[in-house]
């Protein structure tokens, strides 16, 4: 369930819309021949440039097309077009990696017949192998025909160990005028919170000033995309890029618009939706994981509380074997850093208490393993500490991620 919109305004939530919403935005993708036989190379282009924000990977080891896209969108704040490749990461690759990069970019500038710092390019997929540059650019000289040309394209040249499709859009009201807020993602492992360890892709037709833009993008990505792991591998490609190309006409949005808060909550609901559905697609999962944390001194003891709990492999897999063991949630909640008095600790799982006053509390435990038969699970922690609060995601640990990671390069 998603958050319950708080503003006044209203808030219009389309779950089956997505990057192309917006007015000026188009999408498509293609078989290029980077996998074996699925999509695998995409596009979204706005009509004019947007202004763009962006936040990525805290992994050290970042690939090349990030260095070309933080580099591009530098230069003024805008893009244009994104090109996406999966298959292949483009990361560890070195001098020629990064050539390749800036190939990609300059190919599809010279196809938009637009400036090259106009295109952000973005690869995902295996680690350390060179981008087959022949394919690629055979690819890009094509993939605007109209043939290529559709949102469901786009979704799916994107995804690699992906199951399904991950997407939302919504719509508010800026100034008495209708505006689009849609996304779509990536993401199903080397999941884990600094940044979303994914590739998001959210496009508005709302004119933004670009440091409200990324103020924005940012605030919420700590509430979002930084509240999710699938595995506690942080990857070297993810970004979530945010494209603004202002063909809404409202006057241009700032912190201090009167309508802030609405386009604000529209940007949040869209980023928790993509994120959750990251969450519950974890490689090899079988139930979305929602742990909230109430009661801490700060937003960040939340969180962090939140995090440990959501990132244990002992909780995750005693969730997959419908195990009520809350002394792992316990022992998760210990080794967070947060200081904490045990005694005033609250665990519940679902709607049932199992840890208060520093002692286990009677439980039926056929009820609480029935309840953990559910395809989302709710656990809750009431510190006691003060007033702040913070939600996180995560998936159960199965047999099947153990398979897929085994052998994902062949």
Not at 20 to 39: D, E, N, V
Not at 159 to 176: N, S
Not at 284 to 304: C, H, M, P, Y
Not at 359 to 382: G, H, M, N, R, S
Request: charged fraction near 20%; glycine fraction near 8%.
């Amino acid at each position: 369930m998603l958050t319950p919109v708080t503003s006044s305004k209203e808030i219009i939530v389309l779950e089956e819309e997505s990057v192309t919403l917006a007015k000026g935005f188009k999408a498509g993708g293609m078989y290029c021949g980077i996998k074996r036989k699925k999509l695998d190379l995409g596009y979204i282009v706005s009509e004019v440039p947007a202004t763009t924000a962006g936040v990525y990977t805290t992994n050290i080891f970042q690939a090349a097309p990030l260095l070309v896209t933080q580099e591009s969108i530098a230069k003024e704040n805008k893009i244009q077009a994104i090109l996406v490749n999966s298959g292949n990461a483009n990361a560890c690759t070195g001098e020629q990696g990064l050539l390749d990069a800036f190939e990609m970019q300059k190919e599809f500038a010279c196809e938009l017949g637009i400036k090259e710092h106009l295109v952000a390019v973005t690869s995902t997929g295996v680690i350390g192998e060179l981008l087959p540059m022949d394919k690629l650019k055979s690819g890009i000289n094509q993939i605007l025909d109209a043939e290529y040309e559709a949102e469901d394209n786009f979704k799916q040249a994107i995804l690699t160990t992906d199951t399904c499709i991950k997407q939302m859009a919504v719509q508010v009201k800026i100034d008495g005028k209708t505006v689009s807020i849609g996304g779509t993602a990536k993401g199903s492992g080397m999941i884990h919170p600094n940044m979303a360890t994914m590739l998001g892709f959210v496009t508005t037709d709302a004119n933004i000033a670009h440091d409200d833009l990324l103020y924005a993008l940012k605030d919420i990505t700590n509430q979002t995309f930084n509240m999710i792991t699938v595995d506690g591998d942080t990857s070297t490609n993810d970004m979530v890029l945010v494209l603004a190309n202002g063909m809404a006409e409202n006057e241009q949005l700032t912190k201090n618009h009167p309508d802030w808060d609405v386009f604000k909550e529209g940007l949040k609901l869209v980023c928790e939706s993509l994120a959750k559905k990251i969450a519950k697609d974890g490689e090899g999962a079988t139930k979305l994981i929602e742990v909230q944390v109430n009661g801490a001194f700060s937003t960040d003891a939340a969180r962090a509380v939140g995090k440990a709990i959501i990132s244990s492999n002992l909780v995750k897999t005693a969730i997959y074997g419908t195990d009520p063991n809350w002394g792992r949630i316990v022992s998760a909640i210990g080794y967070s850093g947060i200081p904490v008095e045990p005694n005033a600790i609250k665990v519940a799982i679902g709607p049932f208490l199992v840890f208060e006053d520093g002692l286990p509390c009677p439980i039926v435990e056929a009820d609480v393993k029935e309840y953990l038969e559910l395809e989302t699970i709710q656990i809750f922690v009431e510190l006691n500490q003060g007033d702040y609060s913070a939600t996180a995601w995560g998936c159960d640990l199965t047999y099947d991620y153990v398979k897929i990671n085994a052998s994902y390069r062949t």
